[in-house]
């Protein structure tokens, strides 16, 4: 380092002052000194960093190592059971490894829930009297069919899945381009539908399939649809059996040559045939009513959340819904299914009770034309047996006052109990229409004469106006819309037939009628034939 001064003296620079000084000796020694000093200092921070590290791992980094590896292993087996260790220093790392343990049992309560939730699903959709399946709106490929397949149509759930094309494949060969035309019809609409057509099944049968659907997707495209196949061969075999029945009935009374017949069958299968509906009716509204529709968005809405199902579950507001709405759904479904097992058993004894009527007109068929002792009291209730089932429905009580010392007759089964039968059943409608009256029906059997039998028929109906007493067996003459007013005039000619007669009475509108159906008795009939055979022979 070089410094320069002037000297000045009296205001004058007499000379310069040079002053040089050489300090790199004296830096090299400072430099020395405190490069050992930051030396000593660095390895000491070293030592003592390791030092702190060791305990530090063993205090803080394997606690978190061992939590990090334990929430690892759980992420890959997907297995809630596991526990990570908990210290026994109570620090805070214990106290987050004991929260991280809690967690993982409220995780595991909840996926046992839903583990329970999902097998509910599934076994309340294998319960499900029919197959439920989810398919592309496109191919119709399906990607889920639930095991009611098996039964069905005897095919698992593996093979409807592999082939993208089973369901085309597996329609009746007669039924297949309608049933692919309505499908994309149905698809191109969006709206829910309901079809029938017919399958194969796995072991050739054919079966008659009803197909109840609806298009899922979003934004206006559809991605899916799901629905279900009711099995509905029963039904159509039922309705086969009866088509043949009245096809039967028909036959056999256009080979006996009595029209009348035929119509008075028909006329009580059709009574009959009513329950039947209103039973098939029932069981429709209750299947469109079902909760089968949302029971599907449920399943959809648990299928799309697959992926992250627990916190679905547990934190989506809808999700934390389901295992609830499940519950009910499931008890529902079970109240409806009774409700329609119940409906199909009296369908069920309706048609049994068309058998029974049927084959009781064919049996007083073959024998038409026929005299024969009656029993009075027995006809009526074959008359009343035949209308049963529109009693019950219609909720008409039936009051018999039968006269035990009544004598047979001597008529035409057939036709007597064709009387009868029209009788009863214009009685029931003639209540029907009067609905603020209580519907009671009073049927008397009791001898008229001693010669006579007299068969009262009273309704609490609407009664008959007096001008139409005398036109109401008149040939074409009818009160009713829809009648077309040859039943009575066919039952008084028929009773006329028998040497009997038929009669109205009635107090006027609204208050009732009677009808009076008079037979010749037995006995005296008898005697008479008795001495016309002796007088011939």
């Known amino acids: 380092m070089l410094r320069t001064q002037p000297v000045i003296l009296d205001r004058k620079q007499v000379g310069t002052l040079y002053l040089r000084a050489n300090f790199e000796r004296t830096f090299l020694k400072l430099l020395e000194f405190y490069g050992f000093v930051i030396l000593d200092i660095t390895i000491l921070s070293v030592s003592l960093a390791i030092f702190l590290s060791r305990r530090f791992q063993l205090v ?158 979003e934004q206006g495209k559809a991605s899916a649809m799901r629905g279900i196949f009711l099995d509905i061969t029963a039904k159509k075999m039922a309705e086969e059996e009866l088509a043949r029945l009245n096809s039967r009935l028909l036959e056999s009374s256009r080979m006996a040559g009595m029209a009348e ?105 073959k024998m038409s034309g026929a005299y024969e002792n009656l029993s009075a009291s027995e006809l009526t209730e074959d008359a009343l047996r035949i209308n049963a089932a529109a009693f019950e429905r219609h909720r008409i009580q039936v009051i018999r006052e039968f006269d035990e010392a009544t004598p047979p007759v001597f008529a035409d089964r057939h036709k007597a109990l064709q009387i009868l039968i029209n009788l009863i059943s214009n009685a029931k409608y003639a209540m029907d229409a009067h609905p603020t009256n209580e519907k009671r029906m009073i049927i008397r059997v009791e001898p008229l004469t001693p010669d006579r039998v007299k068969i009262t028929i009273r309704d609490s109906g609407v009664g008959i106006a007096p001008e139409n007493l005398l036109k109401i067996f008149t040939h074409g003459f009818t009160t009713k819309k829809d009648g077309h007013g040859f039943g009575l005039h066919s039952c008084a000619n028929a009773a006329k037939e028998m040497s009997g007669s038929l009669t109205a009475q009635s107090d006027g509108i609204g208050l009732g009628a009677s009808f009076v159906l008079e037979l010749p008795a037995a006995t005296i009939v008898h005697r008479e034939n008795h001495t016309t055979h002796e007088g011939a022979s």
């Not at 109570?90 to 106290?95: A, V, W």
């Not at 959340?305 to 999700?319: C, F, I, Q, S, V």
């Not at 049927?358 to 068929?365: E, H, L, R």
């Open 60 to 217: 803080i980094t394997e606690p978190v190592l061992h939590l990090a590896e334990t929430a690892k292993r759980i992420g890959l087996e997907k297995n809630y059971a596991v526990r990570a260790t908990v210290s026994g220093r109570g620090d805070e790392l214990g106290q987050l490894t004991e929260s991280f343990n809690e967690m993982l049992d409220r995780i595991q309560a909840q996926d046992v829930a839903i583990s329970l939730s999902q097998q509910r699903l599934q076994v309340l959709i294998n319960s499900i009297d029919g197959i439920v399946w989810t398919c592309d709106p496109e191919k119709f490929r399906f990607s889920f069919v639930s095991r009611q397949c098996i039964r069905i149509l005897g095919f698992p759930p593996d093979e409807w899945l592999a082939n993208e094309n089973f369901w085309r494949d597996h329609l009746h060969p007669e039924d297949k381009t309608k049933a692919v035309q309505m499908r994309h019809e149905y698809a191109r609409i969006g709206r829910p539908y309901t079809c029938e057509y017919r399958m194969l099944a796995a072991d050739e049968r054919v079966v008659w399939i009803r197909e109840s659907g609806s298009l899922m997707g």
């Open 261 to 365: 017949v035929a119509t008075g069958v028909l006329h009580n299968v059709g009574n009959v045939l009513n329950s039947v509906s209103v039973s098939a009716t029932l069981v429709g509204e209750r299947l469109k009513q079902s909760k089968v529709t949302n029971l599907l968005r449920a399943s959809g809405m648990l299928h799309e959340h697959m992926n992250r199902l627990a916190e679905y579950l547990t934190n989506d507001p809808k999700g934390k819904l389901l295992p609830d709405y499940l519950v009910t759904a499931t008890n529902h479904l079970a109240a409806e299914q009774t409700e329609l097992i119940t409906e199909i058993n009296s369908v069920a004894k309706h048609i049994d009770h068309i058998k029974e009527i049927v084959a009781m007109q064919q049996n007083f068929a």
